[in-house]
């Protein structure tokens, strides 16, 4: 799709990504620090944020082998090593000989895995694999119980095709929480199940453990293991305003997450509304005395939420402008009579810095009444997104 001069953009900071990083690399210590591209980067766009993560962290993890065989395009187009990139979500067995070509590692998360084995026979290739251990969120993985009664046995046998290389699990609740109980019961249920696979299913005793997301690598400190995988927070962000507070408590300082993404749209037209015109479907506002209004062109097809209506700002010359009426599919209407002297076109700040003021992604998300995870991975794909420096 061409994106038009008159649209909106991303931009994505470059130091601020290098700042997050380098946040990790003193939290993880030794160990190694990987990046969550899952959602098209949460928003920021995968090969955009690619270019900034590639060759700054140690591993890539992504959700769908397209994501994965995408990463190796651009590493080829762009004459760049492979890197280690792990598929966490699910795959099928053709997925898996198609991944084992490219030099992708795929997660195992249950019994139906043993077709994934006949298939790479039959292809005659190897895959290296990392096995998920359900410990307690529900979710994919081993449960304890699959794993004594041999549900991954089969492993044991499978070492002509598959390097078990990793051994990881996901964590059901850290972000909402200050007190980490029910994670440390994960941990220790993840113990357990990586003795079971040493045992039965021929798991090495050098295999990489990894369980923490974002939260845990920054609150939880026995939960780092040999790999941190990072999500929201390498684009800044925290978890949650609970992780947010332990970690000034776990760390003694508060790390430094500068947020990588700014969104901003130029008017396509500014032009005065006199007093008592509607503005906006359904005629729900109407303005009080002459208005100055900038139309911008982004709505909620572009992943503005429409339930920020009545509540939103943005900015325009470092002032918060009120969005009139409701956010449309395609437009905004935003005061400026106070925040420009004329009707020159305008460049509005939807998300991001202006002088003194700011709009987050937290903002925003609490207009709508969901989580920034949200709000950012509904960020249109469509959108320009640009790096700068
Ligand atoms: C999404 C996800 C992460 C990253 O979570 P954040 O909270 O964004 O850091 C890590 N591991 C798994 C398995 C995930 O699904």
Not at 46 to 73: F, K, M, Q, S
Not at 151 to 165: G, N, S
Not at 169 to 195: C, I, M, P, W
């Amino acid at each position: 799709m061409s994106t038009s001069p008159v649209a909106s953009w991303l931009e994505l900071s470059e130091r601020a990504y290098a700042t997050n990083v380098a946040t990790f690399r003193s939290v993880a210590g030794q160990g190694r620090v990987g990046a969550v591209l899952k959602g098209n980067a949460y928003g920021h766009g995968l090969l955009e944020t690619l270019a900034l993560a590639h060759g700054r962290v140690d591993v890539l993890y992504v959700i769908t082998p397209a994501e994965a065989l995408a990463i190796r395009a651009w590493e080829t187009q762009h004459g760049k090593p492979r890197t280690e990139v792990l598929v966490i979500g699910a795959v099928s067995a053709s997925d898996c000989v198609e991944l084992a070509r490219q030099h992708v590692s795929v997660v195992a998360a249950d019994r139906g895995f043993v077709d994934t084995v006949a298939a790479l026979r039959s292809a005659g290739l190897k895959l290296d694999v990392h096995v998920h251990l359900d410990t307690g969120l529900g979710r994919e993985g081993f449960t304890r119980a699959g794993l004594e009664s041999g549900e991954a046995d089969f492993f044991a046998d499978a070492r002509d095709v598959i390097t078990v290389q990793g051994v990881l699990s996901h964590f059901a609740n850290t972000e909402d929480v200050t007190e980490q109980d029910y994670a440390r019961t994960q941990l220790g249920n993840f113990e357990a199940g990586v003795k079971l696979l040493q045992a039965r299913a021929g798991v090495t005793q050098d295999v990489q453990r990894h369980f923490a997301a974002s939260a845990a690598a920054l609150v939880l400190p026995p939960a780092r293991l040999d790999v941190v995988r990072v999500g929201i927070s390498m684009y800044g962000l925290w978890p949650s305003p609970e992780t947010r507070l332990s970690a000034r408590v776990v760390l003694g300082t508060l790390p430094a997450l500068e947020p990588v993404l700014a969104w901003k749209a130029p008017s396509q037209v500014v032009k005065w509304l006199p007093s008592g015109s509607y503005v906006g479907y359904g005629c729900t506002w109407r303005c009080a005395a002459d208005t100055r209004v900038a139309v911008l062109p982004v709505g909620y097809w572009d992943g503005y939420p429409r339930l920020a209506s009545g509540k939103a700002h943005v900015l325009v010359n470092g002032r918060r402008c009120a969005v009139l009426g409701r956010v449309m599919m395609n437009h905004l209407i935003v005061d400026v009579t106070h925040a420009t002297k004329d009707e020159q076109p305008v460049v509005a700040t939807l998300l991001g810095r202006d002088q003194e003021e700011q709009v987050s992604i937290e903002t925003i998300s609490g207009w709508a009444q969901t989580i920034h995870y949200e709000t950012m991975t509904r960020l249109g794909p469509h959108l320009r997104r640009v790096v700068v420096p």
